[in-house]
């Protein structure tokens, strides 16, 4: 008997039903029950625990077209989400083989029972390829996924609980995996056999406004000699401005940047109005990019992987970039005098943008490597050089890995 024969052949304690009524079962682990979410897929072949403790994916069920994901189990240091005390915004993840035996030196815990322990559902034992081969033509659809080890599932109702969810499209997800409260920063990146360190002399103070932070931002932004302190995503302008900060930082996060921005953007332009450096990444993105008059849109499939190619136009260079994203920036609606500087190789679609007379500037993808390739590090340099130029200090010479104070 094959292994696709043995899987046939044990009855299903998991399963996925799409809008359209599609039905695809496989085993469950990790947490019971059911939820709605949309489907999506991830291409990197490794941090699934970062991928799956970012705040982007809020509202949305992870497949992996990595057919071995648990491999090297979980631990506390790989966590990319701030405000634990707040309940896992991934709803579910699905994974082509079953999962094994944690095997990495770093391992902690098992990957179910951390699954569990955040409240993720989990499906294995399906064919990844086919459910990646179906996104990518018909879309990322709108889904339920259920685990009962006892394989009780009323189909019926499951389908028209997926049929009835409304989607991303004006869902204001930052609201939900935001911090309570305002916070401060000191730890800097990993280091092999080291580590977190620590960095508590920042020179350039920074306000970075949390609509779904990652703790690898974070840090990049300490050891780039920022000194941060973070604010929740609603906090006003003046809030911000009372800091009297060198610089701003607009977060990634996950939902419509259309529905956040409701609150977001008018303060986001403020903060553009009051001359300071600027820099946003993903869903700050896109929200600095309707704070200046250009518009959003859902994209088809969205993207979501470790190897995405950037060309960035400002230096001529093509990156390997992270990116989760299921909104874009409209570049035909972008208006005079907003730059657009980085493109995706793969679609064309807008990744980057920025003021030709003020310092404010921004990435649709993920710079900060938690997981993915290191070639974006120099933004964080290019946004502390502008803090330097503001005070009239030399800027430091960018380089495409980590940067410098």
Known sequence: MTTADAWSATPPTA?????????????????????????????????????LTDPSYAGQIVTFTFP???????????????NMAAASGVRGTIVRAD?????????????????????????SGIDTRALTALIRETGAANAVIAHDPDGNFDKDALKAAAANWPGLVGMDLAKDVTAGQSYGWTQTPWEWNKGYGERTDGPFKVVAIDYGMKRNILRLLTDAGCDVTTLPATATAEEVLAHDPD????????GDPAATGVYAVPEI?????????????CLGHQMLA?????????????????????FD??????????????????RETLPEGVEETHVSLFDGSNCGLRLGDRPVFSVQYHPEASPGPRDSHYLFLRFTNLMRARK???PVAEKASAPAA
């Open 392 to 394: 009239g200090q030399q």
């Open 99 to 123: 999962v094994s035996e944690p095997s990495n030196y770093r391992a902690a815990r098992h990957f179910d029972a951390w699954l569990k322990a955040r409240g993720i559902i989990g499906l």
């Open 269 to 281: 332009r403020k903060l553009v109005e009051s001359g300071l450096p600027v820099f946003g990444i």
């Open 247 to 254: 610089g701003i930082f607009l977060s990634n996060g996950p």
């Open 313 to 330: 136009r400002t230096t001529g260079k093509v990156e390997i970039t992270s990116m989760n994203h299921g909104f874009a920036v409209d």
């Open 68 to 82: 071995h994901i648990g491999n090297v189990g979980t631990n506390d240091e790989d966590v990319e989400t701030v």
């Open 15 to 51: 399963i996925l039903v799409l809008a359209d009524g599609t039905i695809i079962e496989g085993q469950g682990f990790g947490a019971t029950g059911q939820a709605c979410a949309e489907v999506c897929f991830n291409t990197a072949l490794t941090g699934y625990e970062e991928i």
């Open 290 to 310: 309707l704070a200046l008059g250009a518009k959003t849109v859902k994209m088809h499939q969205g993207h979501h992987g470790a190897n995405h190619p950037v």
